[in-house]
T-cell receptor, first 111, second 110 residues
């Protein structure tokens, strides 16, 4: 089964702060994704990537940047964090077919 | 409207009873995936099921494309099955992306 890890697992920051969420997958999947999960909205796609150096805009990209530095590593950047970005963030990876595999999640609180 | 609708929103059963969770979709799909979300938040992939029926232990997933529905059946439920079950559709027009349902919260009483 795909192994996807995320760090940190929990993060508290203040409004206007900079936050970087990290994701690493070790199964040589080409596709990686960042989601946020909020009560009442379910899971929503922020950004995704087809491979190193590639970035695609998801459904809720405002306030987020992403970088895919290698096939294994995908980062989500919040440069001016706001309380509305308090959420549970998931990273996932997949091959072209076969389903997505999710990391354990990062709980972010913006005060 | 919502492209993926799950029902019921919540379900309470006694241990040993069977559970039937439904996912209806309004767009053509390339694939359907079912997840279990633990009370702590982590997501576990249960099935990747573009069509037909798949089994895994006490779990069965059935996707009927023509009827635009997918179901998850849990037989002989256990208290450890409690949590939230999510279905997610990969649309034909935007492959690689998942559209999630709102989830079914399952509670199994001892």
């Amino acid at each position: 089964e795909a192994a996807v890890t995320q760090s940190p697992r929990n993060k508290v920051t203040v409004t206007g702060g900079n936050v970087t969420l990290s994701c690493r997958q070790t199964n040589s999947h080409n596709y990686m994704y960042w989601y946020r999960q909020d009560t009442g909205h379910g899971l929503r796609l922020i950004h995704y990537s087809y491979g190193a150096g590639n970035l695609q805009i998801g459904d809720v990209p405002d306030g987020y940047k992403a970088t895919r530095t290698t096939q294994e590593d995908f980062f989500l950047l919040l440069e001016l964090a706001s309380p509305s970005q308090t959420s549970l963030y998931f990273c996932a990876s997949s091959e072209r077919a076969g389903g997505q595999y999710f990391g354990p999640g990062t709980r972010l609180t913006v005060l | 409207g919502q492209q993926v609708q799950q029902s019921p929103a919540s379900l309470v059963l006694q241990e040993g009873e069977n559970a039937e969770l439904q996912c209806n979709f309004s767009t053509s799909l390339n694939s359907m995936q079912w997840f279990y979300q633990r009370p702590g938040g982590s997501l576990v992939s249960l099935f990747y099921n573009p069509s037909g029926t798949k089994h895994s232990g006490r779990l069965t997933s059935t996707t009927v494309i023509k009827e635009r529905r997918s179901s998850l059946h849990i037989s002989s439920s256990q208290t450890t099955d409690s949590g939230t079950y999510l279905c997610a559709l990969e649309p034909w027009y935007n492959q690689g992306k998942l559209i999630f349902g709102q989830g079914t919260k399952l509670s199994i009483k001892p």
